[in-house]
């Protein structure tokens, strides 16, 4: 059997589970990605993304350089430019250098309501902290908005009415422990597939109750004490 030159502990990069990963290494090429059994967030389990998913890594199409465009956009303007000709690859110094120019060049032309920022979910806390501080502290504008925002759109108001808070209250290895299951509005097995395994083996294992809240009708009815469509 193959024997890896090295394993490396990370996160899978795909959903909100976050579930341990690790990868096996020969020569520098991942072959195989396995999940240690005591990691707390999947125990082992990984789902079809997170154990097979990586072959983009070697894309010759993959993205490793900052590129930037060979002809500027003209301002309100809006061309796509798909084909790599139209841009050119350059060092991290360069291209954060452009960044900085053009924002501080279209503040000082167009003033603060031009300005706006989009956060990532991906990023971490720290990054979105400094990131919102540089436009409403820099560029004086509360034009900052977050992926989570809109895709947590209805969570965070049931949350807030419900438990005052628009946080997750629990941990995800807590589900395992929970008695009762309302899942509305998500395919929890496609969206989030171990928290779907783990919301399973509580039902299987342990008799929590599942009512499930969707128009269409979803794997996790198979499991659900009622299905409310
Ligand atoms: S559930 Fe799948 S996609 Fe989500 S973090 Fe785990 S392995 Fe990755």
Aim: aromatic content about 8%; some cysteine.
């Amino acid at each position: 059997m193959l024997q890896p030159d090295r394993m490396v502990s990370t996160t899978c990069p795909y959903c909100g589970v976050g579930c341990t990963l690790q990868l096996h290494l020969k020569n520098d090429f991942i072959y195989k990605v396995t999940s240690p059994f005591d990691s707390p967030v999947n125990h082992g389990n990984l789902c079809v993304k997170g154990r097979f998913g990586y072959d983009y890594i070697y894309s010759p199409r993959r993205v490793t350089a900052p590129l930037i465009r060979q002809t500027p956009q003209r301002p309100g303007a809006r061309t796509q430019a798909f084909d790599r000709s139209e841009w050119r690859e350059v060092s991290w110094d360069e291209a954060l250098d452009y960044t900085a120019d053009r924002l501080v060049e279209i503040y000082r032309r167009d003033g603060s309501d031009a300005m706006a920022v989009y956060c990532c979910a991906k990023a971490t806390n720290e990054d979105n902290y400094l990131l919102q501080k540089m436009y409403r502290a820099l560029f004086r504008t509360n034009n900052v908005d977050h992926c989570t925002r809109l895709c947590h759109a209805g969570s965070v108001t049931a949350l807030i009415k419900a438990l005052g808070t628009s946080a997750m209250s629990n941990t995800a290895a807590e589900v395992i422990h929970s008695d009762v299951f309302i899942v509305t509005g998500s395919n929890t097995t496609e969206n989030h597939p171990i928290i779907a395994l783990h919301m399973k083996e509580a039902i299987q294992k342990h008799g929590a109750k599942l009512i499930v809240i969707v128009p269409r009708r979803i794997e996790l009815c198979d499991y659900a004490t009622l299905f409310l469509p």
